[in-house]
């Protein structure tokens, strides 16, 4: 096994974690070998009904909040200390993987699994939680989850946000049966959580470029998620002359180019168009109005936002070029995120414990972390992608580097709660 110079700290039973990432993962499987479960719906319940019975297993107090977060809870030596939270969530995006999140909460599940069996206390609590909707797929607005237990979460915004059948996260709650009136009571207060710490698939190529396991994160990359929307003129695609279209299409297709440009150019920036919807949408017709998305994420807030601008700017110049009328909505903006000291050193122990090099790495994707900032010191495990893949059926992290991350979760969550 990779980077296991003291095999004796491996504590995990590797078997059962991956046991019920396999099992998990048949929930919400479609035919092409990817998984979709998104929040609110029967695909997560199913799957958050399953991890209720892991969590039982492991001896652990289950409560879902109003959020619809799902809590499993292991006492300490002091019931009344602040609690440490490890987890993430097992909503995924269409057709993902069976890693991008429910390793994390599975991970954190066998942990307390393994310090029940093997009678370890703790001063803090420990708690393992599954958050709702960390990936934003269904409603194009994630993190409902970690948003609501942060206190972060306006009563609003479930009403403003709704997926493509038009219906709201609101609406979507009461159909889950939860009321979404009651959301502020998710909201823990500050001083109730003594850290967070979460084990991911890095889904970048980094850890296996060093041939490592596993590495301690740095800090979380603050995305933008912008809507555009264009309106031009709808035209028959025979008879109206190209120096006489409004073609909102063609607009759009000069502002991508122009945001891989201006991402490109920095080195650090991502920009990612992942939704486009034209109308009429006919293939004699000249689309009339255009609506893409835009992430748009760096590690450096004042870069990421400079890059915005001059996109922002471009695209208003390339409209009014082409008669295209031009409306950029905010879905979502969150700061970078760096993690904090108190948990980046237990997890540099952890690794040194469990003989794995202590690589440092940033991540570029967001995480329900990143919420959590200002409620509680808060940390990141990665553990090694292969080929760096993800939100795809070919997401991969073999069994040994799950067991690799999962132990050296195990060391850091045993240090944060003042075990022994």
């Given at each position: 096994?990779?980077?296991t110079r003291q095999k004796?700290?491996?504590?995990?039973d590797?078997d059962?974690?991956?046991?019920?990432i396999?099992?998990?993962?048949?929930?919400g499987r479609?035919?092409?070998g990817g998984?979709?479960r998104l929040?609110?719906?029967e695909e997560?319940?199913?799957?958050?009904?399953?991890v209720?019975?892991?969590m039982k297993?492991?001896?652990l107090?289950?409560?879902?909040?109003?959020a619809g977060?799902?809590l499993?809870r292991?006492?300490?030596?002091?019931?009344?200390s602040p609690?440490?939270?490890v987890?993430?969530?097992?909503d995924?995006?269409?057709?993902g993987?069976n890693?991008?999140?429910?390793l994390g909460v599975?991970?954190?599940i066998?942990v307390?699994?393994?310090?029940?069996?093997?009678g370890?206390e703790?001063?803090h609590?420990?708690?393992v939680?599954?958050?709702?909707?960390e990936e934003?797929?269904?409603?194009?607005?994630?993190?409902?989850?970690?948003?609501?237990?942060?206190?972060r979460l306006p009563p609003?915004?479930?009403?403003?946000?709704?997926?493509g059948?038009?219906?709201s996260?609101?609406?979507?709650?009461?159909?889950?049966?939860l009321?979404p009136?009651r959301i502020?009571?998710?909201?823990?207060?500050?001083g109730?959580v003594?850290?967070?710490?979460?084990?991911?698939?890095?889904?970048?190529?980094v850890l296996?470029?060093?041939?490592?396991p596993a590495g301690?994160?740095?800090g979380i990359?603050?995305?933008?998620w912008?809507r555009?929307?264009?309106?031009g003129?709808?035209?028959?695609?025979?008879a109206?002359?190209m120096?006489?279209?409004?073609?909102?299409l063609?607009?759009?297709?000069?502002?991508m180019?122009l945001?891989?440009?201006e991402?490109?150019?920095t080195?650090?920036?991502?920009?990612?168009v992942?939704?486009l919807?034209?109308k009429p949408g006919?293939?004699n017709?000249?689309p009339?109005?255009?609506?893409?998305?835009?992430?748009?994420?760096?590690?450096?807030?004042?870069?990421r936002?400079r890059?915005e601008?001059?996109?922002?700017?471009?695209?208003?110049?390339i409209c009014r070029?082409r008669?295209?009328?031009?409306?950029i909505?905010?879905?979502?903006?969150l700061?970078?995120?760096p993690?904090?000291e108190?948990?980046?050193?237990?997890?540099e122990r952890?690794?040194e414990?469990?003989g794995i090099?202590?690589?440092?790495?940033p991540?570029?994707?967001g995480?329900?972390g990143?919420?959590?900032?200002?409620?509680?010191?808060?940390?990141?495990i990665f553990?090694?992608?292969?080929?760096?893949?993800?939100h795809s059926?070919?997401e991969?992290?073999?069994?040994?580097?799950c067991a690799?991350g999962?132990n050296?979760?195990?060391?850091t969550?045993?240090?944060?709660?003042?075990?022994?």
């Amino acid at each position: 096994m990779r980077a296991t110079r003291q095999k004796e700290r491996y504590v995990i039973d590797t078997d059962r974690l991956w046991r019920r990432i396999s099992e998990l993962g048949e929930i919400g499987r479609q035919e092409g070998g990817g998984v979709t479960r998104l929040s609110f719906t029967e695909e997560e319940r199913a799957a958050k009904d399953l991890v209720a019975s892991y969590m039982k297993e492991a001896g652990l107090s289950i409560r879902e909040d109003a959020a619809g977060n799902l809590l499993g809870r292991r006492g300490g030596r002091s019931p009344d200390s602040p609690a440490v939270l490890v987890g993430s969530h097992v909503d995924s995006v269409y057709n993902g993987g069976n890693f991008d999140g429910p390793l994390g909460v599975l991970s954190g599940i066998e942990v307390l699994h393994v310090m029940e069996e093997q009678g370890i206390e703790t001063k803090h609590p420990i708690e393992v939680v599954a958050f709702t909707d960390e990936e934003g797929t269904r409603f194009s607005f994630g993190m409902i989850g970690s948003r609501a237990l942060a206190g972060r979460l306006p009563p609003e915004d479930l009403i403003k946000y709704e997926d493509g059948d038009d219906v709201s996260v609101a609406e979507a709650m009461r159909a889950y049966g939860l009321d979404p009136e009651r959301i502020g009571e998710a909201a823990r207060p500050v001083g109730s959580v003594k850290a967070y710490v979460e084990l991911h698939i890095e889904q970048g190529q980094v850890l296996e470029n060093e041939d490592l396991p596993a590495g301690v994160v740095t800090g979380i990359a603050g995305p933008v998620w912008l809507r555009l929307s264009l309106e031009g003129e709808t035209g028959h695609a025979g008879a109206t002359p190209m120096n006489l279209r409004r073609d909102s299409l063609a607009a759009a297709a000069e502002i991508m180019g122009l945001i891989e440009a201006e991402a490109s150019a920095t080195g650090t920036t991502v920009g990612t168009v992942g939704q486009l919807n034209l109308k009429p949408g006919g293939i004699n017709i000249i689309p009339g109005r255009v609506e893409f998305s835009l992430d748009l994420r760096d590690i450096d807030e004042g870069v990421r936002d400079r890059v915005e601008r001059r996109i922002t700017e471009g695209a208003g110049e390339i409209c009014r070029r082409r008669d295209v009328e031009m409306d950029i909505e905010t879905l979502q903006r969150l700061a970078p995120a760096p993690c904090s000291e108190l948990v980046k050193s237990a997890v540099e122990r952890a690794c040194e414990r469990v003989g794995i090099r202590a690589h440092a790495l940033p991540s570029g994707a967001g995480h329900d972390g990143m919420q959590l900032t200002e409620l509680c010191p808060m940390g990141m495990i990665f553990v090694c992608s292969k080929n760096g893949v993800s939100h795809s059926p070919d997401e991969w992290s073999t069994k040994e580097d799950c067991a690799a991350g999962s132990n050296v979760l195990y060391w850091t969550v045993l240090d944060l709660a003042g075990g022994g």
